[in-house]
């Protein structure tokens, strides 16, 4: 596709429930990264994964949290149990191998997630 | 550690006037330094970015930034300021990584 997408765009769930939220990157783009954006605060790094492969997870706040990639495009994060403090707009970027610092990361427009 | 400061969490100017967003970097080695802009409920955009080639960079929508070492600074600054660029601006840094570190942002608020 022309950009990074994102599905859903908004999502709101009860607290305990499980998510999955969904990134779809520029096509041949083979670096792809979760970000978080809570209120008032910058953005945070999750994991960062190059192909199908997550050598990053380090950003991960919980073992509730997960990310998966298949066929090196799609990824799919997922929060179990989800918490109040969960709440924020999740946001995935992708690149192009190798993923250096000097490769710019495209942003998809996030989805934001809201815990009752 | 890198870190990245951005000073002003929000900033006001009026139509013409200067913007000028100021950012600070940390890093212990050379850096990669970005600017993106996110406008509400997208995503981030990228303005401009800084690889070690010349050290005033120009952007998308009439935006410069200055690296200074010796200052350890990256703002961003456009001459004359229009409604259109109302956002909130991001700095980051990456390091020999694919990580990037980003500040926490400002918010530029632009008057009529």
């Known amino acids: 596709g022309a950009g990074v997408s994102q599905s859903p765009s908004n999502k709101v769930t009860e607290k305990g429930k499980d998510v999955e939220l969904r990134c779809d990157p520029i096509?041949?783009?083979?670096?792809l990264y979760w970000y978080r954006q809570s209120l008032g605060q910058g953005l945070e790094f999750l994991i960062y994964?190059?192909?199908?492969?997550?050598?990053?997870k380090s950003g991960l706040p919980s073992d509730r949290f997960s990310a998966e990639r298949t066929g090196g495009s799609v990824s799919t994060l997922t929060i179990q149990r989800t918490q109040q403090e969960d709440s924020a707009v999740y946001l995935c970027?992708?690149?192009?191998?190798?993923?250096?610092?000097?490769?710019?990361?495209?942003f998809g427009p996030g989805t934001r997630l809201t815990v009752l | 550690a890198q870190s990245v400061t951005q000073l002003g969490s929000h900033v006001s100017v009026s139509e013409g006037a200067l913007v000028l967003l100021r950012c600070n970097y940390s890093?212990?080695?050379?850096?990669?330094l970005f600017w993106y802009v996110q406008y509400p409920n997208q995503g981030l955009q990228l303005l401009l970015k800084?690889?070690?080639?010349?050290?005033l960079v120009k952007g998308i929508n009439g935006f410069e930034a200055e690296f200074k070492k010796s200052e350890t600074s990256f703002h961003l600054t456009k001459p004359s300021a229009h409604m259109s660029d109302a956002a909130e601006y991001f700095c980051?840094?990456?390091?020999?990584?694919?990580?990037?570190?980003f500040g926490t942002g400002t918010r530029l608020k632009v008057l009529a």
């Open positions: 980051a840094v990456a390091s020999g990584t694919y990580k990037y570190i």
């Open positions: 890093s212990s080695v050379p850096p990669y």
């Open positions: 800084y690889t070690s080639a010349a050290t």
């Open positions: 970027a992708s690149s192009l191998a190798p993923g250096g610092p000097a490769d710019t990361q495209y």
């Open positions: 994964f190059q192909g199908n492969s997550a050598p990053d």
């Open positions: 096509s041949g783009h083979t670096a």
